[in-house]
């Protein structure tokens, strides 16, 4: 009877080195992977990708936020400096308090136009004068640019005459002052009481001016310091409707006061002219457009760099079919 022994190779024992390493490869299948082709390196494991270390990743994380805050701030939203005290109380913006800073939507009249009672940041027109405040920049080119950079993110004011107030009629609509001391807008007196604000040194009186029509595609805008703000009432002496604001000059709408965190709330719509107040924008999208791009920046980087590693492999394993 004939032994029966283990088949051996033709050429005696395999060299575990020689061996081609078996791995489990996609779709269940099994078999030589990566392929062997006979280069250097051929059948061993390929070696895992090295991480960066985090003052490598550090920079990137900056950039991105960054970049993601910028975008923000030009499409969405911008965070700005209460320059003045034109909008006490509503917004404080007194030499003696702490400047408020809010939350302005820019995407909102996108879709819509603003109505009465809306408070808007808008880029004052050429006719009207600056003496509200100044925006203030230095000379040193250096603290020029944080300066600017600080401006993005509302902790320095714009480099431009921009201002707030709420909106008290529109194109079409006739106003006037005043009615027992209330504006009047198409004959029927404004009910102001709920944010309407007198300084203690001066006199609660409204300025007579009017009736002047506004004209179509621009707004009559008032402070809530209605005895010290520098409004449509007081740009060109004898023609008020000059003092009208343009919509295309509206950068958007102020939703919430974000800073000082004393002061967070909501800045609803308040129409004077329906004595109804329109819900402000919800607490989610009230966060600081700088903090949303920081937020962003690691889960953007993270997903750029599976989508890099992902590619990678493609590109290796085409490369060695």
């Keep these: 009877m004939t032994d029966v022994v283990p088949s051996q190779p033709p050429h005696g024992p395999v060299d575990p080195k020689e061996q081609t390493l078996k791995f489990n490869v996609p779709w269940g299948r099994t078999g030589d992977w990566p392929p062997n082709n006979g280069g250097p390196g051929a059948g061993e494991p390929a070696k895992p990708e090295k991480k ?4 490598k990743e550090l920079p990137i994380l900056v950039v991105t936020a960054l970049v993601l805050t910028f975008l923000i701030q030009t499409f969405l939203a911008r965070v700005y400096v209460i320059p003045s005290e034109s909008m006490e109380q509503t917004l404080h913006g007194c030499a003696t308090c702490t400047d408020d800073r809010v939350l302005v939507d820019k995407l909102t009249y996108d879709f819509t136009t603003p109505g009465p ?6 880029k004052a027109p050429d006719n009207w004068n600056r003496n509200e405040f100044q925006p203030v920049r230095s000379d040193n080119p250096v603290l020029h640019w944080l300066q600017d950079a600080a401006s993005l993110v509302g902790l320095a004011q714009p480099n ?3 201002l707030i107030k709420r909106v008290i009629a529109v194109g079409g609509q006739t106003v006037q002052c005043c009615d ?10 404004l009910n102001e009481q709920q944010y309407l604000y007198w300084r203690p040194d001066a006199a609660p009186q409204q300025i ?3 009736p002047v029509k506004v004209p179509d595609g621009k707004l009559w805008v008032m402070g809530d310091n209605r005895n010290n703000s520098d409004d449509s009432r007081l740009q060109v002496p004898g023609d008020l409707p000059a003092g009208a604001v343009p919509v295309a000059n509206v950068i958007g709408k102020a939703r919430f006061i974000v800073l000082p965190p004393t002061r967070w709330r909501g800045l609803p719509t308040i129409d004077a002219q329906t004595q ?3 819900l402000g924008a919800p607490a989610w999208q009230a966060g600081l457009p700088a903090g949303v791009g920081a937020a962003m920046a690691l889960p953007t980087l993270w997903f750029g760099r599976r989508v890099r590693t992902s590619l990678r492999a493609l590109l290796v394993r085409r ?3």
Excluded at 52 to 55: A, P, Q, T, V, Y
Excluded at 180 to 189: F, I, L, Q, S
């Design 208 to 210: 007579p001016f009017g």
């Design 52 to 55: 960066r270390s985090f003052w």
């Design 160 to 162: 431009e005459y921009d």
């Design 319 to 321: 490369s060695k079919s």
């Design 180 to 189: 027992n001391n209330r504006v009047v807008v198409d004959g029927k007196p």
């Design 117 to 122: 009672g809306d408070i808007v940041v808008f």
């Design 276 to 278: 109804a107040a329109a």
